[in-house]
């Protein structure tokens, strides 16, 4: 088996695959009579086309470290952001396109705070929760075209923690 160790979620290493959403830092603007902070437009959210934004509700069973990583998949018409409900962490696995396949996979842990937004075909693990209840809001594209790719190693991955 082949060992990947799961790093911080940070902007600047998660950037070729995506936008960390998070409220970190100033906020952009003061908004609400000065009672709230604006971290305004922190994720490049495209649907195509022909499609519009869904909003949906997912809720996955909780994972654990070691993890097997057996599959990947990707959306080619359409971004894809995961954005935790509860304030636990969750695991994050993505790979570089290398010609139609991914390339050597990376994986992330969230630090409980963090949201998450894929870029129109990025290839990246299923929803990976570590905790009950696994309860996600998922903005992504609803569109006519079926909108996913996979890909399955012929040998998998063991995602361990940093």
Known sequence: MRDILAEPLTAAAFAPFGDVLEAAGPPDRIINQGLCGRFHDRARLD???DARA???IFKAEPRS???LLEMVERHPDGSQA???MTRDAFLVIVAPDADGTPGQP???L?????AINLHRGT???VLTPLAEPGLFAVIDRIGPTANLEEHW???PYTILPA
Do not use: K, N
């Not at 969230?110 to 963090?114: I, N, P, V």
């Open 65 to 67: 470290f070691p993890y």
């Open 153 to 155: 190693f012929t040998e």
């Open 110 to 114: 969230t630090d409980g705070t963090q």
């Open 54 to 56: 869904g909003l949906s």
């Open 106 to 108: 990376r994986a992330f």
């Open 123 to 125: 290839w990246h693990g």
């Open 47 to 49: 649907f195509g086309p």
């Open 82 to 84: 995961f954005v935790p």
